[in-house]
């Protein structure tokens, strides 16, 4: 005749499958708060201040490491004027690291009395001083898809020309005034048609052979042709 037979209480199965459980609930939680982004570390920035990306960043603090979304950091400081690219880094000791690429200022954009800088593509990077940029533009404040056109064709302005533009000025649609460094005529010009200053060009070249006084501006707006404005006759001089 066999022996009593002893039966487990259901409680002490349940409680030795509960407390490995448990340990790991209390390890993940412990551990969720341990790997949170505690430091926001910006590299690459010189010419606008990194607390702006810091502050752009700040709301990443406190967040679980595995919770922090680059992607969405990295959209969060492209919203910065000077920003032109971003990649965020989250590593697991809670640092999260942001490189900055930043816009490079191109030219002095002026409406009036105010004055901002903007990136060879017309992207508006705030206030500026003054010497900030060497070009200034004029008049497009509410045409930023043709100050983006007059900026695209400076290099191609500046080649045909020979000289280094030092302003821009909007007259109308497709028209700008051109002022170029050391040269005493304005060019009134399509940007989209930089072939047209070589142009301007040669019958300046004719002008002051004959004249001996340069004009006060070109216009070479008509293809093939090139109106010459002739400059004022100085004081004691006859018309």
Not at 7 to 36: K, Y
Not at 51 to 80: C, F, H, K
Not at 138 to 161: D, H, K, S
Not at 215 to 222: H, K, M
Request: contains cysteine; glycine residues 8%.
């Amino acid at each position: 005749m066999s022996g009593p037979v002893r039966r487990r209480r259901p409680w002490r199965r349940v409680a030795r499958r509960a407390i490995p459980v448990a340990l790991g609930i209390g390890l993940a939680a412990t551990l969720a708060m341990a790997l949170q982004v505690r430091e926001v570390r910006v590299v690459g920035v010189h010419r606008f201040p990194a607390s702006e990306v810091e502050a752009a960043l700040r709301g990443a603090l406190g967040m679980p490491t595995i919770a922090a979304r680059a992607d969405e950091l990295r959209g969060v400081v492209r919203r910065i004027a000077w920003v032109a690219d971003a990649t965020v880094r989250v590593s697991l000791d809670g640092v999260l690291t942001c490189r900055v690429s930043e816009r490079t200022p191109f030219a002095v954009a002026r409406d009036g009395t105010a004055a901002s800088l903007v990136d060879a593509e017309g992207n508006g990077l705030g206030p500026c001083g003054p010497g900030a940029a060497p070009l200034e533009i004029e008049g497009f404040a509410a045409f930023p898809e043709e100050r983006a056109t007059a900026l695209a064709a400076v290099p191609a302005l500046e080649r045909r020309w020979g000289a280094r533009l030092e302003r821009v000025e909007r007259i109308g649609p497709r028209d700008v005034a051109l002022h170029f460094a050391a040269t005493v005529p304005t060019l009134v010009a399509d940007p989209a048609n930089p072939a047209a200053l070589a142009d301007a060009r040669r019958v300046l070249a004719a002008w002051l052979t004959t004249y001996k006084l340069a004009p006060a501006r070109l216009d070479v707006r008509v293809a093939g042709r090139v109106t010459v404005l002739p400059a004022p006759p100085a004081d004691g001089e006859g018309s």
